[in-house]
């Protein structure tokens, strides 16, 4: 059983389109965020929730929309989207902090 | 604002060699700092340190914490080419705000 599951794996889109990634953790965590890595491998904290809360924005543009329908679960919607979009989009999950994150496998996201 | 910084960015050893990776930080409210070790996917936990002073190991790998100058170390001893990756320190603060240096990149020669 995968801990914490993010779909797609690859997302390939042209600029200007809405997609949405989603992602799901079966550890029972009350956190969870999203991460974005750049090419040079610099992960980004873009936002946190817990339990369903958004606790952290960081200064992430509105088109990128976080929604926790649960604890369980958060996902990103990203509307109208940017060459510099393209990154790697990992989603994470935590106990009370300070525990460790658990990571997604990540979601290749490439704007054309 | 908090910052983390790695040091070296990078670095080219051979195997057998003995590593030292670096991190300092900043963080408002700090209450621990993992460390992560990333090959081609997501990155894969190796230590969590909240106590300074107290080493934590594991196999050839070992870490410390100094609270009091905001630092810490990650070893790695008798490198293998299996070691090559990007280490990643992450102090956790405020808000539970997790977040991220640069990272070292290792590259181990056989």
């Known amino acids: 059983d995968t801990a914490v599951s993010q779909t797609p794996k690859y997302l390939v889109t042209q600029m200007g389109n809405d997609k949405s990634i989603k992602c799901e953790q079966n550890l029972g965590h009350d956190t969870m965020y999203w991460y974005k890595q750049d090419s040079k491998k610099f992960l980004k904290i873009m936002f946190s929730?817990?339990?369903?809360?958004?606790?952290i924005n960081e200064t992430v543009p509105n088109r990128f929309s976080p929604k926790s329908p649960d604890k369980a679960h958060l996902n990103l919607h990203i509307n109208s989207l940017e060459l510099g979009d393209s990154a790697v989009y990992f989603c994470?999950?935590?106990?009370?902090?300070?525990?460790?994150?658990?990571f997604g496998s990540g979601t290749q996201l490439s704007v054309l | 604002e908090d910052k983390v910084v790695q040091s070296p960015l990078s670095l080219v050893v051979h195997e057998g060699d003995t590593v030292t990776l670096n991190c300092s930080y900043e963080v408002t409210n700090f209450r621990s700092l993992l460390w992560y070790k990333q090959e081609k996917k997501a990155p894969t936990f190796l230590f969590m340190l909240?106590?300074?002073?107290i080493e934590k190991k594991s196999g050839r790998l070992s870490s410390i914490l100094d609270k009091k100058e905001l630092f810490s170390i990650l070893n790695i001893t008798a490198t293998q080419t299996g070691d090559s990756a990007i280490y990643l320190c992450?102090?956790?603060?405020?808000?539970?705000?997790?977040?991220f240096g640069k990272g070292t990149r290792l590259h181990i020669l056989p």
């Open positions: 929730y817990n339990n369903k809360e958004l606790i």
């Open positions: 909240t106590s300074s002073g």
């Open positions: 994470a999950s935590s106990q009370e902090p300070p525990e460790k994150l658990f």
């Open positions: 992450a102090p956790g603060g405020r808000d539970d705000k997790i977040i």
